[in-house]
């Protein structure tokens, strides 16, 4: 792969309009094909909420979670904003 | 009744890429090749293929006169006189998609199927809604048809997710209007790439170019297959033959790829 690419750097000073279609193409497949239903990224929200506030306390309303594409492929990323740790008694005791 | 009736929808997501000038040819070469055809025109509302076909001078009776009894099967189904195999029956044009139910396009085939028709094609209309639910209902098999180029792809993955969820495992895949100069020099998807994209799950069935003469011939009411000294004429008298089960090579359309792809495939093969 990295050979590839640097063998097209000498030969083209762009990529091809071929292989960049390509190359988007295969991205926003594996966006498509990787989307979740608004109910179950809703639903993954509050259990995520509440699995992390057992330790945490967290700012639930600035929660952002997200499918993101990254270096080909794509990840679920959450921000989870903390307003502060809780002590370790708390946390050990599920709610 | 058939025993064999294969019953192919023909759909793709996207408007325009072909959808119905696929349905006339490869019906139209199918019976050339023998088989007993039924073209049955999904698209309702919208009528094209009796256009496509040349026969718009001929209907009488639609799909919704023979759903709702107002026509018998036979009488809304109009034969072609260049070719007795081949059938259309037509859409209707001054309704809607909701004129139909899924359970009345499955009876059609079945009544289809009773008269005799060895292959049963349904032109899909675009988009993913109820017009693509009743043309898939009484499918058995696909071809999802596909432009080179990233929207029609984009939603032909789309589909064939769609497809799959119909039941419709495995489709087949026509790459129309290939553009052989520009996958030569790069400058367009080639039918490699669009299969790699796709994924394994899809069969190349065959590739169509960009050709002239396909525009000329719907122009003209006489599908581009009925000539096989033609690309497109070939092109489409292979994908009826492969149909059919016969191993035919893929013409030379577009296996010369560029000399990077080249490259790239030594290379990326040792990894
Ligand atoms: N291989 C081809 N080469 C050139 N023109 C084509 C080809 N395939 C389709 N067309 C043209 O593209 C237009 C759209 O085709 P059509 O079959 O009506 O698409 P769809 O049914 O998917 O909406 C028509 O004008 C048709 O003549
Ligand atoms: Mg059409």
């Known amino acids: ?95 | 009744m058939s025993e064999t009736s294969r019953v192919i929808v023909v759909t793709s997501g996207k408007g325009g890429v072909g959808k119905t000038t696929t349905t006339a040819n490869v019906g139209m070469a199918l019976a050339g090749l023998g088989e007993k055809v039924a073209l049955m025109d999904a698209d309702i509302g919208l009528r094209n293929l009796d256009l496509a076909l040349g026969l718009e001078n001929r209907i009488v009776y639609d799909i919704v006169d023979v759903v709702e009894g107002r026509a018998k099967l036979r009488q809304a189904l109009i034969r072609d006189k260049r070719n007795q195999n081949l059938a259309l029956l037509p859409a209707a044009q001054t309704r809607d998609k909701s004129a139909v139910t899924p359970a009345q396009m499955k009876q059609v085939i079945t009544d289809l199927k009773e008269e005799g028709f060895t292959f049963i094609l349904i032109d899909c209309p675009a988009g993913i809604e109820q017009g693509f639910v009743n043309a898939t209902a009484g499918a058995n098999e696909a071809i999802v048809v596909t432009n080179p180029e990233m929207a029609s792809v984009r939603d032909a993955d789309r589909i064939i997710g769609l497809l799959e969820a119909q039941d419709l495992r495995d489709p087949m895949l026509i790459v129309n209007r290939l553009r052989v100069k520009m996958v030569k020099s790069m400058e367009m998807l080639g039918v490699e790439d669009v299969q790699e994209v796709l994924g394994s799950g899809v069969h190349l069935l065959g590739i169509v170019p960009d050709d002239e003469s396909i525009i000329t011939s719907a122009n003209r009411g006489e599908p581009a297959s009925l000539n096989l000294e033609s690309l497109a004429g070939q092109a489409y008298r292979n994908i009826a033959l492969r149909l059919k089960g016969e191993q035919v090579p893929f013409m030379d359309l577009e296996e010369k790829t560029g000399f990077m792809d080249k490259l790239r495939k030594i290379f990326s093969a040792r990894k």
Do not use: C, W
């Open chain 1, 1 to 95: 792969m990295a050979i590839t690419s640097f063998i097209e750097r000498i030969f083209s000073k762009d990529k091809s309009a071929k292989s960049v279609a390509k190359d988007r193409l295969k991205l926003v497949l594996m966006q498509d094909r990787a989307s979740i239903p608004g109910h179950i990224l809703e639903q993954m929200r509050k259990d995520i909420l509440q699995v992390v506030s057992r330790y945490l306390e967290i700012d639930e309303s600035a929660l952002d979670l997200n499918l993101e594409k990254a270096d080909g492929s794509v990840a679920l990323t959450a921000n989870i904003p903390i307003k502060r740790v809780l002590p370790e008694t708390t946390a050990s005791t599920p709610k």
